[in-house]
């Protein structure tokens, strides 16, 4: 198996996706073609003949960059890749190859006490905090078990921590109640509290409002951008691009396991996008349109093309310049790169790449 994700891989990383570049600080993180395939279970049948194994490609040659006291929006349909790219970031699972760079130290490989060390720089915000919380631990214990895990600090500390912890997050009053005594809202904000214990220098945040109704939605956004520090980066995943916009200074767009696109927010408006990307911005416009009062853009429900992607781009079967404004065959055969269109605006197509012959 480990043989055939070898080959996989090497079939596809002449397509790689160039990391970005900026000037000035050390970046947060810097992730570099990371991939993450999972096997896809065989049938009895299948094994019996001895079919090749297949891989989803979960995430797919994905290169980004994170500077500090930057808040990147990762969007896209579910199944696209977002947790499990997140996961990878934040060393909760290994990725199947590439290399990632935490405040310049490589932390790809590490295990065990070195990584358990490090832990507290990376921390993740789940979607559902409820089935990360002890239904038998009160807040009180769960921020006290959270900092003895993975800090050492004297007694005094850790109370100091969790007063100015639950102060941050407007609940001092609930410090001894237990989760299922707490509101959604509530217990989201215990989530974001265990997590700002620990002062990381990077948060995942996965759907850290999604379910949630308009107005506490709009606390725990406004609650997590003043807990925001010029040394702290956000990853905001999200499928609600009223969220993305409130909150992001740039936004990576993912299809299939790739990023996309990569623009600063304030270019969101421009017209010129990769095809994906004006699809999720027609979609948003069409709700504002039929439903005003309907804060969230939601494209979870978008159909997905789960089939294995070969060496091509993989919207090519949705994408209306495949066959007219680029040869269906580029699309099909060549992966294309991120590439600029305009000052910090990249878009993956092959419109924007020149041909092999042109270069
Ligand atoms: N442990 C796993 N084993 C096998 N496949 C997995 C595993 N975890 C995720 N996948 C697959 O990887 C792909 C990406 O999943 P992921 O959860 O990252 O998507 P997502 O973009 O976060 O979706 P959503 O918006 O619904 O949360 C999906 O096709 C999913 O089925
Ligand atoms: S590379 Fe081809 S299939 Fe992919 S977005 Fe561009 S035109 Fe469409
Ligand atoms: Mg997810």
């Known amino acids: 198996m480990e ?4 080959l ?6 002449q397509n790689a996706a160039p990391l970005t570049t900026q000037t000035g600080p050390t970046p947060i993180l810097v992730a570099e073609t990371v991939c993450k395939f999972y096997p896809i279970r065989r049938s009895l049948l299948e094994r019996l003949r001895r079919q090749p194994p297949r891989f989803v490609r979960a995430v797919d040659l994905t290169s980004l960059c994170l500077m500090p006291g930057e808040v990147v929006g990762l969007m896209g349909e579910s199944g696209c890749g977002k947790t499990t790219l997140g996961k990878i970031l934040c060393r909760l699972i290994p990725p199947t190859s590439g290399k990632i760079q935490l405040m310049g130290k ?9 990584l358990r060390r490090l832990r507290p ?7 559902n905090p409820y089935s990360t919380l002890n239904p038998k631990m009160n807040v009180h214990n769960t921020l006290l078990e959270t900092l003895r895990v993975n800090l050492r600090l004297t007694p005094s500390d850790e109370e100091q921590r969790i007063q100015e912890v639950l102060a941050q ?7 001894y109640s237990f989760p299922t005594e707490m509101s959604g809202g509530e217990r989201r904000r ?3 509290a265990r997590l700002l214990l620990l002062r990381p220098s990077l948060i995942v945040a996965d759907e850290p409002v999604a379910g949630l109704d308009a107005s506490i939605k709009a606390k725990i956004v406004d609650l997590m951008m003043e807990t925001r520090t010029p040394e702290v980066a956000y990853l905001f995943v999200s499928h609600d691009l009223h969220v993305i916009r409130y909150v992001a200074d740039r936004v990576l767009v993912m299809f299939l396991g790739l990023i996309v696109e990569e623009l600063p927010i304030a270019t969101f408006e421009e017209e010129l996008h990769h ?15 039929h439903n005003s009062s309907q804060s969230k853009v939601d494209f979870s429900d978008l159909p997905s093309h789960n089939e294995a992607v070969g060496a091509g781009c993989p919207y090519v079967h949705r994408c209306p310049w495949a066959g007219h404004e680029v040869p269906k065959i580029r ?3 060549e992966r294309p790169p991120l590439v600029p269109v305009a000052a910090n605006h990249r878009i993956a197509c092959h419109r924007f790449s020149p041909t092999p012959e042109s270069l």
């Open 3 to 6: 043989e055939k994700v070898e």
């Open 8 to 13: 996989m891989q090497d079939s596809s990383t």
């Open 106 to 114: 490589d932390i790809t490989s590490l295990r065990g006490e070195e």
């Open 121 to 127: 720089r990376f921390q993740m915000l789940f979607q």
């Open 169 to 175: 997050v407007g609940l001092p009053h609930k410090r």
């Open 190 to 192: 215990v989530g974001l």
């Open 275 to 289: 095809p994906y990307t004006s699809t999720l911005l027609h979609a948003a416009r069409q709700v504002s349109l």
């Open 331 to 333: 699309c099909l055969e």
